[in-house]
């Protein structure tokens, strides 16, 4: 009975986002929660954090978490993020985020646009080229 007089502003009742929900690298099965065309490519916990920060949510990274179903232990799969969706009179804290499902939607949409992203995506595309060009040399030999 003490779980159901607690507050909704309670740290305890904030929901949790695993990164593993909005993996686009995960099926349904391995914990996956939204659409494949919807999802991010291997978002981390601090990344989840940031984009619920800047969207104004009341968000915090618990590092030290594992979701239950992931195998690999690594530190980049670890960790989850509590989100506050309601205050403390049981209202949303912001009308735009009225569920879960709305927030890792969220989420898994603006993690490609984060700057850190951005940035690894322009670095990636120099060393591929060089690479892509040994293939073909390789293909011309044969």
């Known amino acids: 009975m003490a779980y159901l007089s607690r507050s909704p502003a309670d740290r305890e ?3 949790c986002i695993y990164p593993a929900y909005i993996n686009g690298k995960k099926t349904i099965a391995e914990g ?3 659409s494949l065309e919807k999802a991010a490519t291997n978002p981390t916990c601090s990344e989840i954090q940031e984009v619920c920060s800047t969207a104004g949510l ?3 990274a618990e590092n030290n978490k594992m979701y239950p179903r ?3 232990r690594d530190a980049q799969f670890r960790g989850r993020v ?3 969706l309601k205050n403390e009179d049981g209202a949303l ?3 735009q985020f009225p569920s879960r499902q709305a927030i890792m939607l969220h989420v898994a949409e603006m993690i490609p646009k984060l700057k850190t992203r ?3 995506a322009g670095g990636g595309d120099q060393t591929l ?3 892509e060009g040994g293939k073909k040399s390789k293909k011309k030999k044969k």
């Open 118 to 120: 951005t940035q690894k």
């Open 32 to 34: 996956r929660r939204i």
């Open 93 to 95: 804290c912001l009308e």
């Open 129 to 131: 080229q060089p690479g």
């Open 82 to 84: 509590r989100v506050q």
């Open 13 to 15: 009742r904030f929901i």
């Open 70 to 72: 992931e195998w690999n």
């Open 58 to 60: 009341n968000a915090i």
